[in-house]
Structures are given as C-alpha cells and as structure tokens.
Nanobody, 125 residues
Framework: QVQVIESGGGLVHAGGSLRVSCAAS????????VSWFRQAPGKEREFVAG????????NFADSVKDRFTISRDNATNTVYLQMNSLKPEDTAVYYC??????????????????WGQGTQVTVSS
C-alpha cells in the first residue's frame, strides 16, 4: 500500500509564492506519474500539474501555465509544486495523486490510484 503525504500549504497574499510537497511511504515514485489536483468549495476537483517520474515529462493546466512549476527530487522521493504569482482564484485544497506503472501524465482524477489527504492553499486579495 502507498501512503501519499502532502505538506506546505498555507496563507499567502495575492502575487506571492508557495511551495507544496508530495512524498510517498511504502514505495518510491519510480515508474509512476505524480499529479496535483485542486478543489475549491462548491467546485469539482481539477487537474493542476503532473510529472512522470521516469521520463520527466510534465503537463500543466492552462490556468497555471507560466506561473507554476513541478519538479522531482530523487534523493528524497518528493515532488514539488512551486506556485508563483498566486491569485485568489488559486485558493483550494490541493491534492497529490499517484498512478503507478505509467509513462503518461493524464489530467483526469480516475487515472490515479492513490491520493493524499490534501493541503489547504489560501490566497488573499
């Protein structure tokens, strides 16, 4: 079983930056895709960004392109989502999701096997 753990959420003013992290216990991310989704109150969960661990390929939602970056750290088995130029509409619970045994980064919740509990990101205006 894989446990997915997010950290790093918080409160930031509009225009500021925040980094959230995703780590896994039980196995490494090797051979997996790791993506971030977010869900704001009253809205559906939406894809934000993802990375394929082995290939290093990435995928971003249009709403965060040029503002967010995603990276991986082999030494710590951690995926980072760096969020810059944050806007109030970025406010949501951010979830990390893992799909084992794939070379694709798919922006669909049903593609992923394991999910974290989420971390709150709040951007004030």
């Amino acid at each position: 079983q894989v446990q997915v753990i997010e950290s790093g959420g918080g409160l930031v003013h509009a225009g500021g930056s925040l980094r959230v992290s995703c780590a896994a216990s039980g196995r490494t991310f090797s051979g997996s895709s790791v993506s971030w989704f977010r869900q704001a109150p009253g809205k559906e969960r939406e894809f934000v960004a993802g990375i394929n661990w082995s290939r290093g390929t990435t995928n971003f939602a249009d709403s965060v392109k040029d503002r967010f970056t995603i990276s991986r750290d082999n030494a710590t088995n951690t995926v980072y989502l760096q969020m810059n130029s944050l806007k109030p509409e970025d406010t949501a619970v951010y979830y990390c999701a893992v799909r084992i045994g794939t070379r694709q980064v798919v922006p669909r919740t049903t593609f992923y096997d394991y999910w974290g509990q989420g971390t709150q990101v709040t951007v004030s205006s």
